[in-house]
């Protein structure tokens, strides 16, 4: 088990054999969210034979815009590497966001068939999207 103390999120990892438990105390925000996505990164890096990984939000405080953006990054990451995210324990107050925001299903979904079609590294980087309206019609 490690303990990654960073700012105000505390981010325990309790590793097993085919599955890792990550618990959140704290919040996660623009302050704290690369700790977060870091850590998720290296362990998938790490662990080929990793089939599951648990974030565990029973004491996850506020998460912000760059806290969403890093769980959606997470599930990116993790369907990648074909790892089934599960996000348990979840309080009221990230349901709601995450059912605001349109990403529960995304990030709580089976995953897709031919999920685990490219490695993940640590120094794997998603491509950029087009921003702003669609000038091509």
Do not use: F, K, W
Request: negative net charge; proline residues 7%.
């Amino acid at each position: 088990m490690t303990t990654h103390p960073r700012h105000h999120l505390q981010l325990i990892t309790v590793e097993a054999q085919d599955d890792i438990r990550m618990e959140m105390h704290g919040d996660l925000d623009h302050i704290s969210a690369d700790v977060v996505v870091e850590e998720v990164t290296a362990q998938l890096a790490g662990r080929p034979a990793l089939t599951d990984l648990h974030l565990d939000c029973a004491d996850l405080g506020t998460v912000d815009s760059i806290g969403l953006s890093a769980l959606l990054m997470i599930g990116r990451r993790t369907t990648a590497a074909g790892v089934h995210l599960h996000l348990d324990n979840r309080p009221a107050a990230l349901d709601r966001l995450l059912d605001l925001t349109g990403t529960l299903e995304y990030l709580t979904a089976p995953l897709p068939i031919g999920a685990a079609e490219t490695p993940v590294t640590e120094d794997s980087t998603m491509p950029a999207r087009p921003t702003g309206p669609d000038r091509s019609t």
